[in-house]
């Protein structure tokens, strides 16, 4: 399914933007689990079997909400991650979400792909009047991929990032 396809078939009310995985409030983040990891890794030194088992278990979830790779600033259920943030509400009508809508749905020259790991650092939700969240895409600008809400990879066009890069920009977003 292209990105085109995928708008068709939804029915929303409004768009939130999200970002995260960047700035100070991840850089914060990055700096607490280390100090927590440090103070977990010295309490495993002197740990009987059950409580260096639970502590491994505490070290490993530090690492991997901080870890880039895979990871999503909003999740499937909503949740979003400790270094996200909304960035943008844009109800339907909106010239923003209309241009940005026109983006999406136009093609911006041959299909690319690429082989690149993509950090999601950015997001765009569609909700339903009720605020029930109806679709997702995930974007990595770093190596121009597109997830939807379940993180199948969508197909882009080559110049499709650096028109969404300056939307995105000018409603808020620090890219």
Request: hydrophobic fraction near 40%; glycine fraction near 6%; include cysteine.
């Amino acid at each position: 399914m292209k990105i085109p396809q995928f708008l068709e078939n939804l029915d929303f009310a409004y768009v939130i933007t999200y970002s995260g995985l960047r700035g100070e409030k991840y850089k914060k983040l990055v700096e607490e689990s280390e100090l927590a990891i440090i103070d977990f890794e010295k309490q495993l030194k002197t740990a009987r079997y059950m409580q260096a088992n639970k502590i491994n278990k505490a070290i490993e979830a530090l690492r991997s909400e901080t870890q880039l790779y895979h990871q999503l600033i909003i999740a499937p259920h909503g949740k979003l991650h400790k270094s996200a943030e909304v960035i943008r509400k844009l109800e339907k009508g909106e010239p923003e979400l209309i241009e940005l809508l026109d983006i999406l749905r136009k093609e911006h020259g041959f299909e690319v792909a690429s082989p690149c790991i993509p950090v999601f650092r950015d997001a765009i939700g569609f909700y339903a009047a009720s605020g029930d969240c109806v679709g997702m895409l995930h974007l990595c600008f770093e190596c121009g991929q597109v997830y939807n809400q379940d993180l199948q990879s969508l197909p882009v066009t080559v110049g499709l990032f650096e028109k969404l890069r300056e939307s995105l920009i000018k409603i808020g977003h620090s890219i």
